[in-house]
Structures are given as structure tokens and as C-alpha cells.
């Protein structure tokens, strides 16, 4: 009789397949695309407020395939919504910095949720080597950075030491890359 993996896996963790196990592991697994997802997802990253038609039209397909690989993207958890992009700058936030963070170990989740809540962090990511996290910070003025890491980050407990880097130029910034 033939393996069917879908039902002869659902106890087997070890035969389960690539999909299944990352989805029993918590991880997320990858959503294959092909060229068509692609332009589409170029199309929507330089304006994301396109019509279905417009959309279809840039992207070379009907607008009925435009329609159904939308949804089925946004389905899959591809797309996970739209958002305007501010130009920081133009509302008063001009100083750009990328913080490194030394943090005490036991206390990583907590540093976790306390930069999370921090308006001025646009990004923050844990990370390995000799740094725990990195943030990147848009403020008005130095003054403000200076309390950001004097009297915010370097007062927090989970807090062991910080680096701070100045961001002269920004060359690049995409709302996302594609494989």
C-alpha cells in the first residue's frame, strides 16, 4: 500500500514532512513563489495603493489572476498588510542611530518588551555575537538621543552597556527584499 504522509505522520514528528515539522516546530515556513508573485509584490513595493486592474496591467496578467494571487498572498500570510511610509525627516525626526545593546542575560526578555514600547525604536532585532540586540532610533535632535541611551536604555536593569553609531547617509531602504 502507498505511504500517505499527510495521515501516516500525524504521530510521527520525525517523518513528518519539511512543511508539517517546521509548522510543529513554531517556525514559519516558507511560501513557494514564482515569477508572477514576484512582479507582483516589486509592483505593490513601489505603491502599494494600486487598483487590481493598474496592479495587473504593470505586472503583465489579467486582472482576475491579479485578484486570485492577491488573495491567495495575502492567505498565505505573504502579504501581511499595507502601511503608508513617512518620510521621517520631513516630520522632524532627522537623527538617525543604530544602537547595539549589551544585555544581562536572565533579563532578556524583559529588555525584549521594554525596547518594544520605546516610540523612538523603528527596529529592533536580537542578535549574536558580542552584542544581544540592535535597535535603530529616529529622533528630533542629539539632546533627545542623549536621554534615549542615558536616561532610557543604560537605566534599564537588563541593560549591561550600549554602542551607539551615528547614520550619516541611508543608501537604501526597502520595505522588504525578495528572493
Do not use: K, N
Given at each position: 500500500?502507498?505511504?500517505?504522509?499527510?495521515?501516516?505522520?500525524?504521530?510521527?514528528p520525525d517523518r513528518a514532512p519539511p512543511a508539517a515539522a517546521a509548522a510543529a516546530a513554531g517556525a514559519r515556513a516558507a511560501v513557494g513563489?514564482?515569477?508572477?508573485?514576484?512582479?507582483?509584490?516589486?509592483?505593490?513595493?513601489?505603491?502599494?495603493?494600486?487598483?487590481?486592474?493598474?496592479?495587473?496591467e504593470r505586472a503583465g496578467i489579467s486582472r482576475a489572476g491579479a485578484y486570485s494571487r492577491l488573495e491567495r498572498l495575502r492567505a498565505d500570510g505573504?502579504?501581511?498588510?499595507?502601511s503608508a511610509r513617512v518620510d521621517s525627516a520631513r516630520i522632524g525626526l532627522s537623527i538617525v542611530a543604530v544602537i547595539l545593546i549589551s544585555g544581562r542575560q536572565p533579563a532578556w526578555r524583559s529588555l525584549r518588551a521594554q525596547l518594544a514600547a520605546m516610540p523612538e525604536v523603528e527596529y529592533c532585532a536580537f542578535t549574536s555575537g558580542e552584542y544581544d540586540a540592535l535597535?535603530?532610533?529616529?529622533?528630533a535632535d542629539v539632546e533627545t538621543l542623549r536621554d534615549v541611551i542615558l536616561?532610557?536604555?543604560?537605566?534599564?536593569?537588563?541593560?549591561?552597556?550600549?554602542?551607539?553609531?551615528?547614520?550619516?547617509?541611508e543608501v537604501v531602504r526597502r520595505p522588504y527584499v525578495l528572493p
Open positions: 500500500m502507498a505511504r500517505r504522509p499527510d495521515l501516516d505522520d500525524v504521530d510521527r513563489i514564482d515569477a508572477v508573485d514576484r512582479r507582483l509584490l516589486e509592483v505593490l513595493r513601489d505603491d502599494g495603493r494600486l487598483s487590481v486592474a493598474t496592479l495587473a505573504v502579504i501581511s498588510g499595507f535597535i535603530v532610533v529616529r529622533v536616561e532610557r536604555l543604560q537605566s534599564m536593569a537588563a541593560v549591561r552597556a550600549t554602542q551607539t553609531i551615528f547614520v550619516l547617509d
